[in-house]
C-alpha cells in the first residue's frame, strides 16, 4: 500500500523534525509500504525534516516540484503574466510574501511569523530580489490585514480557471501554484490508479484526502469533520498511535 504524508501539523508539530517516537513508527511502516511525502514546503526546505527519507518520493510546493533519489523536477511553474499580475500587488500593498523559484526564493517575511522558522533553515538557498526570481512554482501572501484579505480573495477568485489557489481563513494567507497543480494531481501523475492512504491537516490536502482509499484528518478535536475516515488530535503521540494500531500490529 501507498502512505502519503502531509508534514507540518500533521506530522511535524515543531517545524524542524519528526519526533521520535513517530518517526519511529513510519520508519517501520516503510519496512511493507510505499511512502510518499507531500507537502506545501518546497523540497529545499522539506529536505531537513524528512532527511532520514530522502531517497523517497517527496512532492513539494503543493504539487509544484517533486524530488526522488536527490533529482528534483519542476512539474509547471505559474504563468508569467500571472506572476508580474501578483508582483503588482505585492507592490501596491506592500505585502509579506514568499516566492519560490525552482530553489532560490524571494522572501520578505517577519521573523516573528510561524513559517520563518521553515524558510531555508538549512541556509541552502539564497533569497534573492523578487526581479531574480525567472520562474515561479509557488507564491504565498501572508498575514493580510483583513480587510484587505477579503479584497484579494475576491481578486484571486477571479483566476481559480487558471490558477490553483488555497485560501487559508485562520492566518489570512493565500498560497498560489500552477492550473491544475496540487499535492493530489502531482500524485496521481507518479502512481496513477493506484489506491493510497493518506494523512492530512489542511485545506491544501483536501484532494490529497478525498480520494485517497482511507484517509485520516490530523487536527485540534474542535475542527473535526465528516469528510474524512478518521479524526486525530493533532500531536506526534496520537498519530504514531493510529499507524501503529491499524497498520503495525500483528505484523
Given at each position: ?163 490553483s ?9 493565500i ?5 491544475n ?8 501523475q ?34 473535526y ?13 496520537s ?13
Amino acid at each position: 500500500m501507498i502512505f502519503v504524508f502531509d508534514i507540518d501539523g500533521t506530522i511535524c508539530f515543531n517545524g524542524k523534525f519528526i519526533e521520535p517516537r513517530l518517526n519511529q513508527v513510519i520508519q517501520q511502516l516503510k519496512q511493507q509500504h510505499q511512502i510518499i511525502f507531500a507537502s506545501a514546503r518546497p523540497i529545499r526546505d522539506l529536505l531537513p525534516v524528512v532527511k532520514d527519507y530522502s531517497n523517497h518520493w517527496l512532492i513539494g510546493g503543493n504539487g509544484s516540484i517533486i524530488s526522488k533519489d536527490g533529482k528534483i523536477q519542476t512539474i509547471a511553474y505559474i504563468p508569467k503574466d500571472l506572476f508580474e499580475n501578483m508582483v503588482q500587488l505585492i507592490n501596491d500593498y506592500d505585502l509579506n510574501y514568499i516566492i519560490d523559484g525552482d530553489f532560490d526564493y524571494a522572501a520578505n517575511v517577519s521573523e516573528s511569523h510561524p513559517i520563518y522558522r521553515q524558510l531555508d533553515p538549512e541556509r541552502l538557498a539564497t533569497n534573492v530580489k523578487i526581479a531574480h526570481i525567472q520562474h515561479a512554482i509557488k507564491v504565498i501572501l501572508l498575514g493580510i490585514e483583513e480587510k484587505l484579505f477579503e479584497k484579494l480573495k475576491q481578486w484571486f477568485q477571479a483566476y481559480e480557471d487558471v490558477l490553483s489557489i488555497h485560501i487559508h481563513e485562520l492566518d489570512h494567507s493565500i498560497d498560489i501554484t500552477a492550473q491544475n497543480i496540487d499535492k493530489y494531481t502531482t500524485l496521481k501523475q507518479m502512481i496513477g490508479e493506484q489506491n493510497y492512504i493518506a494523512f492530512g491537516n489542511d485545506v491544501n490536502d483536501a484532494q490529497l484526502l478525498q480520494h485517497a482509499q482511507k484517509s485520516f484528518y490530523v487536527a485540534d478535536p474542535s475542527s473535526y469533520t465528516k469528510d474524512y475516515d478518521v479524526q486525530i488530535q493533532n500531536n506526534a503521540e496520537s498519530v504514531a498511535t493510529v499507524i501503529e494500531d491499524l497498520y503495525l500490529k500483528g505484523q
